[in-house]
C-alpha cells in the first residue's frame, strides 16, 4: 500500500500570494520538491538571511541542500531561463545537482515567446496581460500534438529536424498573417542543440522518481505556481494561465496518482491581489489600494508590474477551498495589515439586489457584483515579532478567525514578515 505522505501547495487567489517563501519553511522537512505545471511565467520571492532568491522555474526546494527538486512533465520548459536561474544559484554556492526536468515536459522555444507577444499585440484593446514568456503558445502546440519534449533532445539528428520543420511553420504564420520578418532559424538551431547537450544530465523519467518516493513514505512537496483562479478551466476566463494552478493538475503534471496527495495546503495572502486584466470585486482604486502596494512591496516577480489591491475576497478564497479540497489555509503577509484602523473582509457579493456567495462564472455577472463587506477593527501594533497565536494581538486574532468563519476552512500557519522564522505554526503541515 502506497504511504500518503504527500503535500500539495497551491495559490489560493490570483497567485503571488506568497508560495516561495511557504514552499521554502515547508521544504526544510522535504525530501523532495516538485513543480506541475506553468513555466518561467511565475515567480517566487524566497528570503534567507536576508538574501533575496527570485525562482520562475527551478522548485523552491532548491534552497533546501538535502531536497530532490523535480520539474514535472506538465511544465513548459524554457532551457534559456533554466540556465539563467542554474548560473545565479551556482554564483551564490547553491547546490544544483539534484535537480531533475522530465522528459515529457514540452520545450519553449524563441518562436513561442514571438508568437505570443504578436498575438497578445493583435488582441489590441482586448489584451490578456500575458508576459510574452511564450507558455500559451507552447501549450498550445502541446495540444495540437506538434511540440517538442525534452526526450526529443536525446537524438540530435532527429531534434534538429522535428525543430526545423517547427521553425519554418513559425516563420511562415510570422511572415504570412503577422507581416514580421522571419526568425533565425540557424541560430535557434544552434542555440538549442547546445542546450540539448548541456541538458542531458537533468533529464529523466521524473514520474517515476516521484512515485518511488510516494512508495517509500518520504515527504514529498508539490509545489504550486500562479493561483487558483488563474486555473483554465476554473480561473476568470479568459484572463487565465494556460494550465492547471489548482490542486489537480499535479496528477497529470507529476505523472501521479491523486491518491498520493493527502494534504492540500492553500496559500493566501491577508489581503487581495492581482496582476493584468479581468474582473476584481474588492480592488481598491484609491489611497488605501495603494498604501496596501507599497507596505507589501506588491510588485510582480517575473515583470516587475503592480500589482492591482484590495480587501480579502473571502468569496474567491471559499470558492478555492472547495474547487482544491483544501485541508488548511497558509495566512501570508499578515503584517502588512498593522497600520489600518478599520479592516474589511467580503463575505458575499450584491448581485443586482441579490446577496450571493458563489463565485460565479460570467464576466459580465462578476463586473456588476459589489463587495458585502465585514468590518473588523485594526490592531495598529507591530506583530512581525510574535513567534506564537498566543502573542497576537485580539483583533489580529478576530480577522483570523472571521476568515477561517468565512472560507470554512482552519488556518494552519500564519506568516508575520519574510522570513523563515517570521512564521507561526498553529497546527502541524507537514
Not at 73 to 101: A, C, H, Q, S, Y
Not at 141 to 166: P, Q, W
Not at 171 to 200: G, H, S, T, W
Not at 324 to 340: E, H, K, P, Q, R
Request: glycine share 10%.
Amino acid at each position: 500500500m502506497i504511504a500518503l505522505s504527500g503535500l500539495a501547495v497551491v495559490g489560493s487567489q490570483w497567485g503571488d500570494e506568497g508560495k516561495g517563501k511557504m514552499i521554502d519553511y515547508l521544504a526544510k522537512k522535504a525530501d523532495m520538491v516538485v513543480r506541475g505545471q506553468g513555466g518561467n511565467n511565475a515567480g517566487h520571492t524566497v528570503v534567507i538571511e536576508d538574501k533575496k532568491y527570485a525562482l520562475h522555474l527551478i522548485p523552491s526546494g532548491v534552497l533546501n541542500q538535502n531536497a530532490i527538486n523535480i520539474i514535472g512533465n506538465g511544465v513548459v520548459f524554457d532551457p534559456r531561463g533554466f540556465f539563467e536561474e542554474l548560473e545565479m544559484l551556482e554564483k551564490d554556492g547553491v547546490d544544483t545537482t539534484k535537480i531533475f526536468v522530465s522528459d515529457r515536459a514540452h520545450i519553449v522555444f524563441p518562436y513561442h515567446r514571438k508568437m505570443d507577444e504578436l498575438f497578445e499585440r493583435a488582441r489590441g484593446k482586448a489584451d490578456i496581460g500575458t508576459t510574452k514568456k511564450g507558455i500559451g503558445p507552447c501549450y498550445m502546440d502541446k495540444i495540437e500534438r506538434s511540440g517538442l519534449r525534452t526526450c526529443d533532445m536525446f537524438d540530435e539528428a532527429s531534434f534538429i529536424e522535428k525543430l526545423s520543420y517547427e521553425i519554418d511553420r513559425k516563420n511562415d504564420m510570422i511572415v504570412k498573417l503577422f507581416e514580421e520578418e522571419p526568425l533565425d532559424k540557424q541560430a535557434i538551431i544552434d542555440e538549442y542543440v547546445d542546450y540539448a547537450k548541456r541538458l542531458l544530465p537533468y533529464i529523466k523519467d521524473t514520474s517515476i522518481l516521484v512515485y518511488d518516493a510516494i512508495k517509500q513514505g518520504k515527504n514529498v512537496l508539490f509545489e504550486g505556481a500562479q493561483g487558483s483562479m488563474l486555473d483554465i478551466d476554473l480561473g476568470t476566463y479568459p484572463y487565465v494561465t494556460s494550465s492547471h494552478p489548482t490542486s489537480g493538475g499535479f496528477t497529470a503534471g507529476c505523472g501521479i496518482g491523486a491518491g498520493s496527495i493527502s494534504e492540500v495546503l492553500g496559500i493566501t495572502k491577508a489581503y487581495t491581489t492581482r496582476v493584468g486584466k479581468g474582473p476584481f470585486v474588492t480592488e481598491l482604486d484609491d489611497e488605501i489600494g495603494d498604501k496596501i502596494r507599497e507596505i507589501g512591496h506588491e510588485f510582480g516577480v517575473t515583470t516587475g508590474r503592480p500589482r492591482r489591491c484590495g480587501w480579502f475576497d473571502g468569496v474567491v478564497v471559499k470558492y478555492s477551498a472547495r474547487i482544491n479540497g483544501l485541508t488548511g489555509i497558509a495566512l501570508m503577509l499578515l503584517d502588512v495589515l498593522s497600520s489600518f484602523d478599520t479592516i474589511k473582509l467580503c463575505y458575499a457579493y450584491d448581485y443586482k439586489g441579490e446577496q450571493i456567495v458563489d463565485f460565479p462564472a460570467r464576466l459580465d455577472a462578476l463586473e456588476e457584483c459589489k463587495p458585502v463587506y465585514r468590518e473588523i477593527k485594526g490592531w495598529n501594533k507591530d506583530i512581525t515579532g510574535c513567534k506564537t497565536y498566543e502573542e497576537l494581538p485580539e483583533e489580529t486574532k478576530e480577522y483570523i478567525k472571521a476568515i477561517e468563519e468565512t472560507i470554512g476552512v482552519p488556518v494552519k500557519s500564519i506568516s508575520v514578515g519574510p522570513k523563515r522564522d517570521q512564521t507561526i505554526l498553529r497546527d502541524e503541515i507537514f
